[in-house]
């Protein structure tokens, strides 16, 4: 089986993890581990963790049961640090947001400088209007409404808005969009986030809603959102793929995915 591990161990918890885990599985993030493991191999994990552990240790274990699905089998440690699903509480509030009340006047969907948090409503209302024209079932109406509201919010991520932005100051630009959409195609600075090497934003946008989405759908809908979120651009052709949203998470730097779940709470 594959499995990753998030730690969110402090102070001296921290390299004492470390040490087991670097000897048992690649370090993919500052503080994310994965491998390929039987299970004999993974209990000796979870001893020696536990053999280590203090007040301080805060480890999370998930085994990758599909192209785009995690399943927590264990923590060792504080587990309030984690929910009952294993994911850690990045930033959050009580309060309702909506789409439009962040101003996000220049952050932007394409090259046709179209505000991103309008392009999200836009495609969400849109599906929806489709939807109804095929069914009747409310719930499926509203599905099409959240993976529209949903599919593009990877493109917040920095390195795509620094792309962007980039893009933009071209005298030449051509403003015509492309048939598989606005993707970083490398260029000065940005090799780097190509989308050889790098999510694309719809890779993107359908870990944040794993990671943020308060689901109120039944299995199959929510299914059909994340499909829905995830292949709206055709998957791209990699010398190393990029299979599971554990590997889209590890590319990102830890950093840079809190402000991206920072800012997508905002919209």
Sequence with gaps: MLVTFISECEKKALKRTRRVLDAFANRIGNNTWQTPI????????????????????????????????????????????????????????????????????????????QPLDQHLFAVGVVAQEMMKNFCTDKQLHKAAF???????????????????????????????????????????????????????????????YELLAKTMFGRSEEKAIKHAIYWHHAKPIRKDEINSLTQVLGKLKDNKLKKLLDQSQGI
């Design 38 to 113: 039987t299970e004999e191999g993974l209990d000796a994990i979870k001893k020696l963790l536990k053999k280590t552990a203090s007040k301080n240790t805060a480890v999370s274990c998930h085994q990758l049961k599909s192209r785009i699905r995690t399943e927590l089998l264990w923590v060792v440690g504080k587990r309030e640090k984690f929910n009952s699903e294993g994911i850690v509480a990045v930033n959050y509030t009580e309060q309702d947001k909506f789409i439009g009340e962040i101003n996000m006047s220049e952050i932007y969907a394409n090259t046709k400088k």
């Design 146 to 208: 959240t993976a529209g509201c949903w599919h593009d919010i990877g493109k917040l991520e920095v390195h795509f808005q620094d792309w962007l932005n980039e893009e933009l100051k071209k005298k030449n630009l051509r403003t015509e969009l492309p048939e598989n959409g606005v993707h970083i195609d490398g260029g000065k600075g940005f090799a780097n986030f190509s989308w050889e090497k790098y999510p694309t934003h719809n890779e993107v946008s359908t870990l944040v």
